[in-house]
């Protein structure tokens, strides 16, 4: 089965640098891998994902890019605001029958320092 | 819209004893899924459906049961609860197939002692 690994699992910066998490995989079927970010007490929440057939995505200070040679893709998050502390995780995938059956890497507690 | 909802928030169990786990949507979504995420660890797939009446297993199976018998509502059973099912658990639907966003639930805290 999938193994997605990542890295590191925690992270600090100050406010207004960037912050990087990487993430490979083991699957090379998997063509489908998102990034969620899990406030203290809440579930999930998916920020941005990209496709394999894709590089790069963009939306506004959050990117994510994709190395299918590799089998690596990171979460790139610019001019950190301290509202972006919380724990992220990287998936992947495959889509079977309609449905993601989503492998989580362990999580990266990120702190933004004001 | 509520969205998806899960019941109990918090649940302490003795060793042995049962429980059903709540989840319930109002998405009209036909994907659900049952997570559990142990602490720093990442979240892990245990039982899915892909509609009412269809359910399958994911990646950690053993000791739990599912049923879906209305496309709004996905039971987690545990039976015989063992300290190692000591968790928090996540309930998340998906849309129309081939969508790939998964909406999450506020989790149950579940304790066994």
């Known amino acids: 089965g999938e193994n997605v690994e990542q890295h590191p699992s925690t992270l600090s910066v100050q406010e207004g640098d960037s912050a990087v998490i990487k993430c490979t995989y083991s699957?090379?079927?998997?063509?489908?891998f998102p990034w969620y970010k899990q406030e203290l007490g809440k579930g999930p929440q998916l920020i941005i994902d990209i496709r394999s057939n894709v590089g790069e995505k963009k939306d506004q200070r959050i990117a994510v890019t994709l190395n299918k040679t590799a089998k690596h893709f990171s979460l790139h998050i610019t001019e950190t605001q301290p509202e972006d502390s919380a724990v992220y995780f990287c998936?992947?995938?495959?889509?079977?029958?309609?449905?993601?059956?989503?492998?989580f890497g362990k999580g990266t507690k990120l702190s933004v320092i004001p | 819209n509520a969205g998806v909802t899960q019941t109990p928030k918090f649940r302490i169990l003795k060793i042995g004893q049962s429980m059903t786990l709540q989840c319930a949507q109002d998405m009209n979504h036909n994907y659900m899924y049952w997570y559990r995420q142990d602490p720093g660890m990442g979240l892990k797939l245990i039982y899915y459906s892909v509609g009412a009446g269809i359910t399958d297993k994911g990646e950690v199976p053993n000791g739990y049961n599912v049923s879906r018998s209305t496309t709004e509502d996905f039971p987690l059973r545990l039976e015989l609860a063992a300290p190692s099912q000591t968790s928090v658990y996540f309930c998340a639907t998906q849309g129309l197939a081939g969508e790939s966003e998964q909406f999450f639930g506020p989790g149950t805290r579940l304790t066994v002692l």
């Open positions: 699957d090379s079927a998997s063509n489908y």
């Open positions: 998936a992947a995938s495959s889509l079977g029958a309609g449905s993601y059956q989503l492998t």
